[in-house]
């Protein structure tokens, strides 16, 4: 069977480092385990590390069945940006116009977003009558309007009218509709007038369970021992890895660990890796605080070593429309190694952390709170560990990518054999 997936924003594993694989990349390798061939439709811009895999359209072609092509798109430096739009738009024609050549496939999994790619997905299915599911991830373009306040609304208009014309017409037309939660299922057939259709599915996000090689672990330990981070039980260190966006809320965890207590400073590392559109104002907020480290973006062998080095992992995520009904793929990242998780998200993922006993929580923009938090863990470190096999069973349980995309693939199957193929 001959499966393409559309989805950009995630790393390859060609990647530079030790890329971080998520639902993409381990569907497509699920997949060509299972003896399909896969073509898998990304971007040439590396959304995470900022930087161009290629100057054109390029077919990258390896021997496992797994065929990678990365569609041009102009290179972005902000996530929000006039350029990213452009980018996103490119990358659909590209799709479309390189498309064409080919024979079509099977079946179609387009990722949502990024709409543009989903929706020029949509549109060659719908030509050659090829099933396809869109995966829906994110609540765009509902949480931009959300955001946008005053003239910016104003000028925004006709893209976010576009943009939702473009939803409805995904969700219409798509022969099924998949959410990483019911919510988003939900979502996106109210939010476009759809009653129903005839599939629906929920695949829970779930990282790789990436296992480094030895040679790297030693790297990544001799690295984080080089900035003071070694395996010290007198102090906690809680960890967060993933983009500084303004969508999270980590100035005010910056900011409560400023104000702590020098006592409470020297035992705790509060350590956040990642880069984007907060990054220096997070560094200009934490100089001179030794206690907190910004190491910027680190490879997949780097995080896998802090995570089995910390007491908690952090989710500083807004409490948006789309949060709250959303288990972040750092749920499942964090519940992977045994963490707990201290978080002001609330709705699903704090419904189910309180459940399984396996949460710390304080409110959004809350410096008082969030400080009252910090002081907590580092007095509660043995409550921390004492949450790991609650944390492991609860990944096992809901996040374990050997229980989820064996199913996810068996769906692709069958949606392709429903339809004739």
């Not at 060509?32 to 072609?61: C, E, F, M, P, Y």
Request: contains cysteine; charged residues 25%; aromatic residues 10%.
């Amino acid at each position: 069977m001959r499966v393409w997936i559309l989805n950009v924003g995630e790393e390859l594993p060609s990647d530079p480092g030790t890329p971080r694989l998520l639902r993409a990349a381990i569907l497509a390798r699920e997949l060509t385990r299972r003896g399909h061939h896969v073509t898998w439709w990304n971007s040439s811009v590396n959304h995470q590390q900022k930087i161009q895999r290629a100057d054109r359209t390029t077919s990258l072609r390896t021997t496992d069945g797994l065929e990678t092509v990365l569609l041009w798109g102009r290179l972005y430096r902000s996530n929000r940006s006039l350029a990213r739009i452009l980018s996103n738009f490119e990358t659909a024609f590209a799709f479309l116009k390189e498309a064409q050549r080919r024979e079509p496939p099977d079946v179609i999994i387009a990722g949502y977003p990024i709409i543009e790619l989903a929706a020029a997905g949509v549109a060659f299915a719908t030509r050659h009558r090829v099933p396809i599911a869109v995966d829906f991830r994110d609540m765009w373009p509902d949480i931009i309007d959300d955001e946008l306040k005053g003239w910016r609304r104003v000028l925004a208009w006709p893209l976010l009218a576009l943009w939702q014309l473009m939803k409805r017409s995904v969700v219409r037309r798509a022969t099924a509709v998949v959410g990483v939660t019911q919510g988003f299922v939900d979502w996106a057939l109210e939010s476009t007038g759809v009653t129903a259709k005839d599939t629906t599915r929920v695949f829970h996000l779930a990282v790789d369970p990436f296992q480094p090689q030895p040679g790297l672990i030693d790297a990544a330990e001799r690295y984080w021992n080089s900035l003071g981070l070694g395996n010290d039980t007198s102090s906690v260190v809680l960890a967060y890895a993933g983009a500084f966006s303004r969508r999270y809320d980590l100035a005010t965890l910056v900011h409560a660990a400023c104000r702590l207590p020098d006592d409470y400073k020297a035992r705790l590392r509060l350590v956040l890796c990642g880069r984007g559109d907060m990054s220096e104002a997070l560094q200009r907020l934490a100089k001179g605080e030794t206690h907190i480290l910004l190491p910027g973006w680190r490879s997949a062998a780097e995080i896998h070593v802090l995570l089995r080095r910390s007491q908690a992992g952090l989710l500083p995520y807004y409490s948006s429309r789309d949060y709250v009904c959303h288990f972040p793929n750092k749920v499942g990242e964090y519940l992977s190694a045994g963490l707990p998780i201290v978080t002001c998200l609330k709705g699903e993922t704090q419904r189910l952390l309180s459940e399984r006993g396996i949460g710390r929580f304080y409110d959004e923009g809350s410096i008082a709170g969030a400080r009252k938090a910090l002081m907590e863990a580092v007095d509660g470190r043995s409550a921390l560990t004492a949450m790991s096999p609650a944390a492991l069973q609860t990944y096992a349980e809901l996040f374990d990518p050997k229980r989820i995309y064996p199913d996810y693939c068996r769906f692709v199957e069958q949606l392709a054999e429903a339809h004739g193929h």
